[in-house]
Structure formats: C-alpha cells, structure tokens
C-alpha cells in the first residue's frame, strides 16, 4: 500500500523547494542533498494549504519559487529579484518574525492515495534516470580509462623504440670508435716507417 505523503520545504541557492514525499529521507532524496537539513532547521513539513495542493499536484517532484517570494510553487521558477532577497535575508536575521501559518487544506483518503502512488511513479522514474545517468557516467570512464591506456601503451612502444635504436647507436658509435683507434695506431705506424725512409733517402 503507498505510503502517506506529507510537503517538505527547505531553501537552496536561489530557490525555495517543495515536494510530497511519503518521509524526510525521501525529500531528502528529492532535493538531492544527504544533509541532515531537517535536524539543523533548514527544513520543514509544511502545512500551508496552497503549497500542500501544488505539490500534491505533483507528488514526488521537486517545485520550486524564487527564495523569499510568495509566488506559487513550479517545477521551474524565475531568479528572485533583489527585494525578495533582502526579506529572505531579513527573516533570517530576525528569528523572532514568524509568518503566521496558514491554515491547512484537508485533503479527503482518495486523493491521499492518488497522490502517494503518483509518488511511488514519480520516485520509479528518478531512480531510471538516476540508473541511466550512472551507466552513462561508467561508459565515460570506461572510455576515458581506455584512451588513458592506449596512450600509456603508445607511449611505452615508442619510449622501447626509442631504447632499442639509441642502444644501437651506441653499439655503432663503439664500434667506429674502436676502428678509428686501430686506424690511428696503423697509420702512425706506416707513417713513423715512411719518415724513416725518407730521412735515409735524404742522408
């Protein structure tokens, strides 16, 4: 049986946030957030009537308002303008304004079980896009690790290469070496015999 839905509300960035979600865990989970936002306050189930009927439209998805507006609740909403940050700041700064709450609408057995199987729906979807988004975050890094060792593979072939042809010319740079040395030592010879000659020829 799908499980009651209560509206959480809490502020991120920009916006103010709303969802009917069956527990805190699960708005949690909405808002995409594991932070503990109902313990530090930053959360609360709401009981105003209007934003209880337009998320209980939606159950399940996030909605959203400029932060410190009273404008109704959307999936998508416009940037708050710079007066509406200014009372957002405000009410923070002064614990001791609280709004008076509005009075809660009541909503009759049989919408209460639409709106928790909407969820149900809803939360089903978020989990496959969140499946899929992995998937393709792991094809990401699986290519990426496959480019990473094919180049790494790459650069070590030509790094064996390069070893095996400078070895080599080092073996032919002794080679030359030894040569121009015996080539040196047999012509200092034969030039050591010739000068001789030519000194007894020239006596």
Same mark, same amino acid.
């Given at each position: 049986?799908p499980?009651?839905?209560k509206v959480?509300?809490?502020?991120?960035?920009?916006f103010?946030?709303a969802?009917?979600?069956?527990s805190?865990?699960?708005?949690l989970?909405a808002?995409?957030?594991?932070r503990?936002?109902?313990?530090?306050?930053?959360?609360?189930?709401?009981?105003d009537?209007e934003?209880?009927?337009?998320?209980?439209?939606k /159950?399940?998805?996030v909605?959203q308002r /400029?932060v410190?507006?009273?404008?109704?609740?959307?999936?998508?909403?416009?940037? /708050?303008? %710079?007066?509406s940050?200014e009372?957002h700041s405000?009410?923070?700064?002064? /614990?001791?304004?609280?709004?008076?709450?509005?009075?809660?609408?009541?909503?009759?057995?049989?919408q209460e079980r639409?709106?928790?199987?909407?969820?149900?729906?809803?939360?089903?979807?978020?989990k496959?896009?969140?499946?899929?988004e992995?998937i393709?975050a792991a094809?990401?890094r699986?290519?990426?690790?496959? %480019?990473i060792?094919?180049?790494?593979a790459a650069?070590?072939d030509?790094?064996?290469?390069?070893?095996e042809k400078a070895?080599?010319i080092e073996s032919d740079?002794?080679i030359?070496e030894?040569?121009a040395?015996?080539?040196?030592?047999?012509?200092?010879?034969?030039?050591?015999?010739?000068?001789a000659d030519?000194?007894?020829?020239s006596?």
């Open positions: 049986m499980r009651k839905l959480y509300q809490t502020s991120q960035g920009f103010d946030l969802v009917a979600a069956p805190m865990k699960a708005a989970e808002w995409g957030t594991s503990h936002l109902f313990h530090q306050g930053f959360a609360k189930e709401s009981d009537s934003v209880i009927a337009a998320t209980m439209a /159950p399940g998805v909605l /400029p410190g507006s009273n404008k109704p609740f959307r999936e998508h909403a416009e940037l /708050p303008t %710079a007066s940050l009372k405000l009410r923070f700064k002064d /614990p001791g304004k609280v709004a008076k709450a509005p009075k809660a609408r009541k909503i009759d057995e049989r639409r709106a928790a199987a909407a969820f149900e729906k809803e939360e089903r979807r978020r496959l896009q969140r499946q899929k992995q393709a094809k990401v699986a290519r990426r690790k496959a %480019a060792e094919k180049a790494e650069l070590e030509a790094r064996r290469q390069h070893d070895a080599s740079r002794e030359l030894r040569r040395q015996d080539e040196e030592r047999r012509w200092q010879k034969l030039k050591s015999r010739l000068e030519l000194r007894k020829a006596s």
